[in-house]
């Protein structure tokens, strides 16, 4: 992390505390091999947060990424589509890994579940590709409202986003255990996504409910 390294090259005042008690966001791609898609749109965000933009320097200053580029390399290398060695869908053994058959989603699920525990988990993305789904959406759950309708743009900036438009980016980051306690707070992420992306992300068609027979995708 050179966060504070570029915090003083660019002049710019240190965040207060260490690196270890700065957020966190957990990013990682490739549970199914044929999703190729996933590994370029992970190539553009390693190059990005890893850029001298004023943008991704306020990022690593503020922020701790833990990045997996690929959970699924086996598969990605014998050339399966969906599965890895043990011929299971590892996107579907998140409820309950074996170490020894899902090493990458046991060991995954470990990190997440050990920094969620020590720090802020600002954020999991887990980066997929979609067999006929123009564009790009996001697939998630809210805890306590999972069986929440769909809203809209604005139905959602209502009910959950309204004060995380109007303030910037920093105050954004710096809400503390209020952000952790926000039913619904998984749609903040996709709604501010969907406002500043233009006509690449329809928000309504970002899903908040799991079905049961896809359970197992939850960490």
């Not at 900036?157 to 255990?177: I, K, M, N, V």
Request: neutral net charge.
């Amino acid at each position: 992390d050179n966060g504070d390294d570029d915090a003083k090259k660019d002049g710019v005042p240190e965040v207060p505390g260490s690196i270890a008690e700065r957020p966190v966001v957990v990013l990682s791609a490739r549970v199914h091999p044929g999703e190729t898609n996933a590994s370029w749109m992970m190539k553009g965000v390693i190059d990005f947060l890893t850029s001298g933009d004023a943008i991704a320097v306020e990022l690593r200053r503020r922020l701790v990424f833990k990045i997996i580029p690929m959970l699924n390399p086996d598969g990605v290398i014998e050339g399966n589509y969906r599965c890895g060695l043990a011929g299971q869908d590892l996107n579907r053994q998140w409820g309950k890994p074996s170490y020894s058959r899902h090493a990458t989603i046991w060991y995954t699920k470990h990190l997440v579940v050990t920094l969620g525990r020590d720090r802020a988990l600002l954020l999991y993305t887990d980066f997929h590709g979609h067999s006929i789904m123009k564009d790009f959406a996001f697939y998630g759950s809210d805890e306590a409202e999972s069986a929440l309708p769909l809203y809209t743009v604005e139905q959602t900036t209502e009910r959950y986003g309204h004060e995380l438009l109007q303030a910037p980016t920093s105050a954004s980051l710096q809400l503390g255990d209020r952000w952790s306690t926000w039913r619904g707070k998984e749609r903040i992420f996709p709604l501010l996504v969907s406002k500043r992306s233009g006509d690449m992300l329809n928000f309504s068609k970002c899903t908040f409910f799991v079905s049961p027979q896809k359970k197992n995708t939850e960490i």
